[in-house]
């Protein structure tokens, strides 16, 4: 019986630490949305498609001060700053690799003095 509820005890405490993690990440989620996560780009709303983006591109700076698994909690901790937003992994990624997203220019926004160190690739793909 005693070895039961050790074992039991072991298995629930990173289930339940676990579940906390993601719902601290969810609710940071959920403020910086107002209302259900969704990316700000293209409004993709699958929650698992979702990330949270530094958005003057210090994100890998500051990374090495916050580890990412942690930065849901450290945003809640200290109010929410406002250079962050939602954004799902195809934005970020291509936010974070050419300074813009396609999607902006689907939207009609002037990306051309962001485009142009990359317009020679996107010609040549
Ligand atoms: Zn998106
Ligand atoms: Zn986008």
């Known amino acids: 019986m005693k070895e039961r509820d050790e074992k039991s005890r072991k298995e629930n405490k990173p289930t339940y630490s676990q579940k906390s993690a ?7 989620m959920e403020h910086y949305c107002n209302g259900i996560p969704h990316c700000v780009c293209c409004g993709e709303s699958n929650y698992m498609f979702l990330t949270i983006d530094h958005t003057n591109g210090g994100g890998r700076k500051h990374r090495q001060i916050v580890k990412a698994d942690r930065l849901p ?9 406002p250079e ?14 050419y300074g813009f997203c ?4 689907d939207k009609g926004i002037d990306v051309s003095e962001k485009i142009k160190p990359y317009f020679r690739y996107l010609l040549e793909g």
Do not use: D, F, M
């Open 73 to 81: 909690s450290w945003l809640k901790k200290n109010g929410y700053p």
């Open 102 to 105: 396609p999607h902006e220019l």
């Open 84 to 97: 962050y937003r939602i954004l799902c992994y195809n934005c970020n990624n291509a936010t974070g690799l």
């Open 22 to 28: 993601r719902q601290i990440r969810y609710e940071v």
